[in-house]
């Protein structure tokens, strides 16, 4: 099986979570945002709360958990954001 290599963004909580600014994983081929969010959570259960509010970004257009990512992809996690 192919291997694809990802960039993910963190932002707020998964920031926080990771005390990084982004991540890269290779993951098998055929693998979807939502393979990207289980294994955040399950690095960091305590994302877990954030998994039903947050919103995906694959290349800056927002996609739903479902979406396959190819090489190359950079992947966001938006979880909402209080303050201004």
Known sequence: MS???ITVKL???YQDAYGVPE???DLPEGSTVETVCDRLI???PELAQWRDIT??????QFVQ???VLQSGD???F???VSGG
């Open 3 to 5: 291997v694809i290599t």
């Open 11 to 13: 932002f707020a909580a």
């Open 23 to 25: 991540l890269q994983f």
């Open 42 to 44: 399950r690095d960091r």
């Open 55 to 60: 919103r995906f970004g694959v290349n800056f």
């Open 65 to 67: 958990s479902d979406t």
């Open 74 to 76: 950079e992947v966001v």
């Open 78 to 80: 938006i979880p909402p």
